[in-house]
């Protein structure tokens, strides 16, 4: 049988609903798809652990039989080889996106030529949706039940009651 595995890389700092959102359009077209917690990111101070990020996006992803998370480091592609997966996915919210997406795409194709990236739009709703811009608006008392699951709004409240987070 023929059957296509993909793998949902991001750094997740944390999930949002456009993630969410992705993974549920994803998890339609693929047989397989694991989301993947890049280790090693280059992004500067995380706010949330990889185990805390790992644990938020397994609750969120309960719901789907054909959906697993895990962790990786290193290169992309060698992850992707190594879980027999044909495919990444990746999200697009705005032209703005378009540029970045595009060289990791091709810089992963010249890597791997059998590697194929799919990209795909999240629901309008979330186009302005960014880890960063809700880790932003929380600190500054900002509402964001509707932009991210519940139990990282919980978890975003649990981090700023927390000393020694700043
Ligand atoms: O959520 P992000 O930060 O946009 O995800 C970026 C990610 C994790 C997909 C990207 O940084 C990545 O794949 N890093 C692994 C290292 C790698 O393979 N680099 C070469 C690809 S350009």
């Known amino acids: 049988m023929h059957t296509v595995k993909a793998i949902y890389p991001g750094t997740f700092d944390p999930l949002t609903n456009g993630h969410l959102d992705l993974i549920a359009r994803g998890a339609k077209i693929v047989d397989e798809l694991v989301v993947a ?3 090693n990111s280059e992004k500067g101070t995380p706010l949330f652990t990889v185990p805390e ?3 938020m996006i397994r609750e969120a992803i309960q719901g789907f039989d ?3 998370v ?6 992309l592609v060698d992850f992707a080889r190594q879980q027999g997966a044909k495919a990444v996915l990746r999200g697009i919210r705005a032209i703005s996106d378009y540029e970045y997406e595009f060289q990791m795409a091709m810089m992963n194709r010249k890597l791997d030529p059998e590697l194929e990236t799919l ?3 999240p629901a309008e709703k979330y186009t302005y949706v960014s880890s960063r811009l809700i ?3 929380f600190r500054l008392g900002g509402d964001v039940t509707a932009l991210v699951p519940p139990l990282v709004v919980e978890r975003l ?7 020694n987070n700043e």
């Open 119 to 121: 990209f795909m739009m």
């Open 53 to 55: 990020r790992e644990e």
């Open 135 to 137: 880790k932003g608006v």
């Open 37 to 39: 917690i890049l280790r």
């Open 157 to 163: 409240k649990a981090k700023t009651v927390t000393p």
């Open 70 to 75: 895990t962790t990786f480091n290193g290169l």
């Open 66 to 68: 054909n959906v697993s």
